[in-house]
């Protein structure tokens, strides 16, 4: 098992790891509160809050199984080398855990508070039906021979997918009304934030080892990343250059206007409901 070189690397290493965990756990809470004040969830795509809850979920499998199963420690040894560090950090399990456990509150809201016509698209059903699948038809394939590192790289794959398909829609939406109103910017600075941290705790872990391996050891941690930061980015063009808001006319816009501020997913006319935050 490798160790570190140096303990400033160390330390900015687990400073840039929790300074990414609270950038990220942090922008869950805005929708729980405005939930929990309006008593209602009419706005919020049911959606993103399913698909988020598999993503996470799946995150969480792959950290968890990965910094605290010895066995499957060893099969990462064995596959890229005993000199290398475990590319999962105590902020990523941390992180993990919160992600469930307050997607899991949101979905929770969803089912006790006013809703209106809103419900989880087919799309999304059947989306989660399919990776649920693969990943048990996964287990059972992993079972015999117990390639326990293979399985868990198998849920990494799932959340970058998730991470992907939840940041389109909303992408083109803005594109196709030429306006961000209504889509919160605050959640983006701060998920681009937690990209970037994320994104240099593992080049840190790299430069003091002197080895690039943890950026495919744990193709998913830097997927998430890029992913993130790439989409951030392209928000706040949108938000900020293409798409700019103007105080004059969004002061004077109802609800009926705005979008919801989470992402969306496979919208239609029925998710494409409007909530003024």
Request: glycine content about 6%.
């Amino acid at each position: 098992m490798a160790s570190w070189n140096s303990i400033p690397l160390e330390i900015t290493y687990e400073a840039f790891g929790w300074i990414a965990f609270i950038s990220w756990s942090i922008s869950f809470y805005p929708q729980v509160i405005l939930n929990f004040r309006r008593k209602s969830v009419v706005g919020l795509n049911f959606d993103f809050v399913v698909l988020n809850l598999t993503k996470h979920s799946s995150y969480l499998i792959y950290n968890a199984s990965l910094y605290f199963s010895p066995a499957i420690q060893e099969q990462y040894y064995q596959k890229y080398g005993y000199g290398e560090m475990i590319p999962v950090a105590a902020n990523d399990v941390a992180f993990s855990i919160h992600a469930v456990l307050l997607t899991a509150f949101t979905l929770f809201q969803i089912v006790i508070y006013e809703r209106g016509n809103q419900k989880v698209s087919k799309i999304s059903i059947g989306i989660l039906s399919m990776v649920w699948l693969i990943a048990a038809v996964c287990f059972f394939v992993a079972l015999p021979s117990h390639s326990w590192l293979w399985l868990i790289s198998v849920f990494n794959s799932i959340q970058v997918f998730m991470t992907l398909i939840k940041y389109i829609p909303q992408a083109i939406m803005n594109f196709m009304r030429k306006s961000t109103d209504g889509f919160s910017i605050g959640n983006i600075l701060l998920d681009f934030c937690g990209g970037l941290m994320n994104y240099a705790q593992m080049a840190v872990q790299s430069i003091d080892q002197n080895s690039w391996v943890n950026f495919y050891g744990n193709i998913g941690k830097t997927m998430i990343s890029l992913v993130s930061v790439f989409f951030d980015l392209l928000f706040m063009c949108q938000h900020y250059i293409l798409y700019p808001v103007k105080k004059t006319g969004s002061a004077k816009l109802g609800k009926e206007h705005l979008e919801p501020a989470e992402p969306l997913i496979a919208p239609s006319d029925d998710t494409l409901q409007s909530d003024n935050v």
